[in-house]
């Protein structure tokens, strides 16, 4: 086997991230995606003498666990790539990938409460971005997903799975209607042409829906037309703002030089366990709604009344959502975040939510903690995907609180960090999974480890 070789064989052990492991001729093959019985043909990208890299080209033979029904866009649209397994199959899977990262990092004598599936499989998402491209070259606009594999290639994905209805008809009355004005899309390639993204985002407890376009700056268009034609669409939610943001940046991502409201408010609002969220266009918010009800519940559960009437530090706070469901009953809530814009977001909530024992503080977790004049009981963190970095888990555990939760959207990550948690005095006690992201290869996790001293067994 040499490299760009073409080769054929069965994909054997799907782990997790959606990375899949096999044989080939006594070498162990790695490959992105593939599902466990599947024929496939690939091309080798790296060899050595005993294992090799190889990339996806062709599906010969599907799994025999496929199935599912799926979408028309299914194989094309990079988006759910275990659609074709029986969701049942699917938590199966997951459980059984993270229990066997915990396993070989050597994390024993904890608890395994389970995995939990989100409460819908479909029409969970609660925010998609689409892009602007044609589905092959010079052909008629599309608007919708990147093909698999492909750069430039766009398929409009009118039969989604994962989204309501009202999703699909702006989407595709959007891309009837810039089709009919003749209107550019940007060209990544040449960085040429005017419409670019377009991100859906709804409050799936509130049935607020907000729309924003995203062009560049390379046209004078006015977009009223836009906005009056969106106004007129018969959607199920109610459509609290339409936004227009230029974004003349280089890279393939939306974000923001200059926003305009055409319509109504640039935020809406979610609630969540109660509690009522603002959440502005560019702020994070968990994409499944009724699944992160499910996941703070865990969350809350695990701290149980270990917060209640005590000091509690929520670190990588975000928009303060576990931090404010924790301040019902907790003395004061201390949030600490990096992200200036999600620390404004998060007070204000609080304000919203009437809760004044909550501050939520913009900065270096290490640096903020230091300063703080209280020490915590009980800590929650919530990182992002690449989980703890740096010196964080040391900064962490000297802060000497007698519980952790720590809640997780990578269980790689969240392995890694545990291990030196537990070097640090820590024991893991209790570890659940949560299903946010149904048909796709990702789950969240939570732990709880309790401080048990550098002398532990």
Known sequence: MKRKDIIEFEVGKMEFGGISRSMYEDKRIKMKGGITGQRVRAVVKKSRSDSGEVKQLELVEPSPIETADVCRHFRQCGGCSILSIPYEKQLEIKKDQVLDLFDKAGLKDYEFVGINPSPSSVAY?????????????????????????????????????????????????????????????????????????????????????????????????????????????????????????????????????????????????????????????????????????????????????????????????????????????????????????????????????????????????????????????LIIVDPPRAGILGNGVKDIAEFGAKEIVYVSCNPRSLVENVVEFEDRGYKLDKLELMDLFPNTPHVEAAILMTYCGLDKE
């Open 125 to 377: 998402r609660n925010k998609m971005e689409y892009t602007f491209g044609d589905e092959y070259k010079d052909g008629p606009l599309s608007l919708g997903m990147h093909k698999v594999g492909r750069f430039i290639d766009i398929v409009t994905v009118d039969d989604c799975r994962i989204v309501d209805q009202d999703f699909k008809t702006i989407m595709t009355r959007t891309r009837d209607f810039f089709e009919e004005k003749g209107l550019p899309y940007y060209r990544s390639f040449n960085h040429q042409g005017y419409l670019r993204h377009l991100v859906v985002r709804k409050g799936e407890n509130t049935g607020e829906l907000m729309v924003n376009i995203v062009t560049s700056s390379q046209l004078d268009y006015n977009m009223d037309e836009y906005k009056d034609f969106l106004l007129g669409l018969d959607l199920d939610s109610e459509l609290v703002g339409v936004l227009h943001t230029i974004n003349d940046g280089l890279a393939d991502a939306v974000q923001c030089d200059e926003m305009r409201i055409l319509y109504g408010r640039d935020y809406f609002y979610e609630e969540v366990l109660g509690l009522r969220f603002k959440v502005s266009p560019f702020s994070f918010f968990q994409t499944n709604t009724k699944g992160a009800e499910a996941l703070y519940t865990i969350a809350r559960k695990f701290a149980g009344d270990r917060g209640h009437g005590k000091v509690v530090f929520d670190l990588y706070s975000g928009t303060g959502t576990i931090g404010q469901l924790m301040a019902k009953t907790a003395k004061k809530v201390y949030g600490i975040e990096l992200v200036e814009e999600a620390v404004v977001a998060a007070n204000q909530n609080a304000v919203l939510n009437n809760l004044d024992n909550c501050e939520f503080i913009a900065g270096d977790v290490a640096k903020v903690v230091s300063s703080l004049p209280e020490k915590p009981e």
